[in-house]
């Protein structure tokens, strides 16, 4: 099986899972493995309102376009989710990002959770905030820690295309006495990821999230068809190793 | 009677927004799926060049939004604005140095010389590798802050790796054995762990991509 074939077939049987879960939803009730993250993240959305405060997103370099577009889709929905929560607060969240494809992306994404809470009134696009992007992001990161530190932010959300700068953003956060959720998909933004942050999502984790925050049938037959795939994946490989042991 | 036609009005805009990602998205898989030189492969192309095009347009729209940023917390004096007004100069001179570079106004010494280049090199890289060696304590500071606040299995087995591949580095004399410890963990653990969360990114992005090409993505759909 070539590339081309491969590919086929992994869409077909992740869209053929997401459809039967999406049935199969509808029938029975399905569980889904608990993600401490989608737990903690509701919650402090309802702290930062509480206490008037603002959460700082940021989706890092994730780029609309680029090989981090699903990420950047990814990380929007989990913006996007929060949003719809914090819109009832006159903190608007703050969202930062070092790719310009992807401001647009994030300026609608705040604009579409304001109007669904009615309150445009609150709504400024100035809270994305896009920071250009050095030779190795850490300027970036420099510039988005500081404005968050200078917001009086309750938590920092990072999620998407991170590399080691995201110690920088992190170490910020934690100085300044913010919780910390982050992700990255690449592997090492996901080590600091892992060290830093209160609670971490892992890989695939940050894909699941319109499941895990109120989603729809269809969302949560997503994650039904992720698992399925992890499972044919493994198989492959052990499949794959006991052949080259023979 | 207004909000009914307002309605309408937006469900027929994202009516139109998902038929043009539906059909873009297909287009381009299958575009790039395709041989070389085929109907379908170009045209992904196309598509593909066309998004390279708004990306540079897309910048300008970020200098207009980072100018926004930081004009707002100037004239709303929140904290910190002395560090807006700072960026708000340095943009502003850069792109005056950047458009005299382009005149070749530079006479002398410095007669063809890429000044906004010579200041870009010295003055952002010079400071991003200040920051760069900062993130070494970071991340050993986070380990120790790991261990003391959250003691696991899995969080031990974390810092012992660090300390092991850390001071596999150090290059003493008859450390053979250590230095063995740390190749086998960064060829084999480390780079089964990498391939793993690289798997699993691959498979998250499949399920996101299958839900934006069956037009179901939220961010075309509300």
Do not use: C, K
Request: hydrophobic content about 55%; aromatic content about 8%; cysteine-free.
């Amino acid at each position: 099986m070539n590339n081309t074939e491969l590919t086929w077939v992994l869409l077909a049987v992740a869209l053929a899972q997401t459809l039967a879960a999406r049935i199969l939803w509808r029938r029975a009730r399905l569980y889904h493995r608990p993600i401490a993250a989608y737990r903690v993240l509701p919650e402090q959305a309802a702290d930062a309102v509480e206490s008037s405060n603002r959460i700082h997103f940021s989706l890092g370099s994730s780029a609309l376009g680029e090989s981090s577009s699903l990420s950047a889709l990814g990380a929007a929905e989990v913006v996007y989710r929060l949003s719809e929560r914090l819109a009832v607060s006159r903190q608007t969240p703050l969202v930062t990002l070092s790719q310009p494809l992807t401001l647009p992306l994030a300026q609608d994404t705040l604009r579409r959770a304001y109007e669904f809470r009615q309150n445009m009134a609150h709504y400024r696009s100035s809270a994305a905030a896009w920071y250009p992007q050095g030779a190795r992001s850490l300027s970036f990161a420099a510039g988005a820690a500081s404005l968050a530190a200078d917001a009086d932010v309750h938590s920092s959300v990072l999620l998407g295309r991170f590399g080691v700068e995201m110690a920088l953003l992190g170490e910020s956060a934690l100085r300044h006495d913010q919780g910390l959720i982050a992700h990255s998909d690449l592997p090492e933004g996901q080590a600091v990821a892992f060290v830093q942050a209160d609670e971490a999502l892992l890989g695939e984790e940050l894909y699941v999230a319109a499941a895990y925050l109120n989603g729809s049938p269809l969302e949560r037959g997503g994650v039904v068809a992720l698992d399925v795939l992890r499972w044919l994946v493994i198989l492959g490989i052990i499949v794959a190793a006991v052949q080259a042991a023979v | 009677m207004a909000t009914n036609s307002g309605a309408q009005r937006h469900r027929l805009l994202n009516f139109l927004a998902t038929v043009i990602v539906i059909s873009s998205g297909l287009v381009t898989l299958i575009g790039l799926l395709s041989d070389d030189g085929s109907t379908a492969a170009d045209t992904a192309r196309f598509l593909i060049q066309l998004v390279t095009v708004i990306a540079a347009v897309a910048v300008l729209a970020g200098l207009v939004n980072l100018v926004a940023v930081h004009l707002g917390r100037f004239v709303r004096a929140e904290r910190g604005w002395p560090y807006s007004v700072f960026v708000l100069v340095v943009a502003l001179v850069v792109g005056v140095l950047r458009i005299l570079d382009r005149a070749e106004v530079w006479s002398g010494d410095l007669e063809g010389e890429q000044i906004s280049v010579r200041v870009f090199e010295s003055v952002q890289v010079s400071l991003e590798s200040a920051l760069a060696a900062l993130l070494v304590f970071f991340l050993v500071f986070a380990a120790y802050r790991l261990m003391r606040d959250r003691v696991t299995v899995w969080n031990a087995l974390f810092s012992l790796t660090v300390i092991v591949v850390l001071v596999g580095w150090v290059p003493f004399e008859d450390m053979d054995v250590l230095r063995d410890v740390r190749d086998w963990v960064v060829r084999v653990p480390a780079s089964a762990g990498m391939r793993g969360l690289l798997i699993g990114v691959g498979l998250g992005t499949l399920t996101v991509g299958v839900r934006v090409l069956i037009g179901q993505d939220r961010s075309f759909r509300d």
